[in-house]
């Protein structure tokens, strides 16, 4: 075997293990359980950044969650209308829409990611402390390649 046959040998068995790794991660995010099915795992990915920060323009959510703005707008719409978030003009620029989350919404959002970081801690408890160490620094090193 050639090297150019190896290394493409060796680069399809990293990609395919990392798109294995990456639908498993999203089938886990979906199981129904014990989680609150208030949100769906689309909408946790949007409004999860407002856990940590008390509010964030619409742009800047639609970006960290990986959606158009239109997408991220219809569905912050939705989550509005179900009292999960509030949304108000920037008083510095009426073309920015802010979102924060209401009580419930935070109360909802909090038992959510509470109950994914529990199921993950379980799995993980399954690594040695130096798999874990060794795991997170290959999976940083791996979403720098691909990040460019």
Do not use: C, F
């Not at 609150?36 to 946790?44: G, H, K, N």
């Not at 990986?66 to 509005?80: F, H, I, N």
């Amino acid at each position: 075997m050639s090297d150019d046959t190896q290394r493409w040998n060796d680069v399809a068995e990293v990609a395919a293990a990392a798109e294995a790794l990456y639908a498993a991660m999203r089938r886990v995010r979906t199981i129904p359980g014990d989680s609150d099915e208030t949100l769906s795992v689309a909408q946790m990915a949007l409004i999860e950044p407002l856990l940590d920060e008390q509010e964030l323009p619409v742009g800047q959510l639609a970006i960290r969650a990986d959606v158009s703005v239109p997408t991220a707008t219809r569905m912050l719409k939705s989550l509005e209308a179900r009292g999960l978030v509030q949304r108000q003009r920037s008083p510095d620029d009426d073309r920015i829409v802010l979102i924060r989350l209401s009580q419930s919404g935070s109360r909802a959002a909090t038992r959510r990611r509470d109950m994914l970081r529990r199921r993950q801690a379980a799995r993980l408890a399954h690594l040695s402390p130096r798999e874990r160490a060794d795991m997170t620094r290959q999976l940083r090193k791996l979403t720098l390649l691909i990040t460019g």
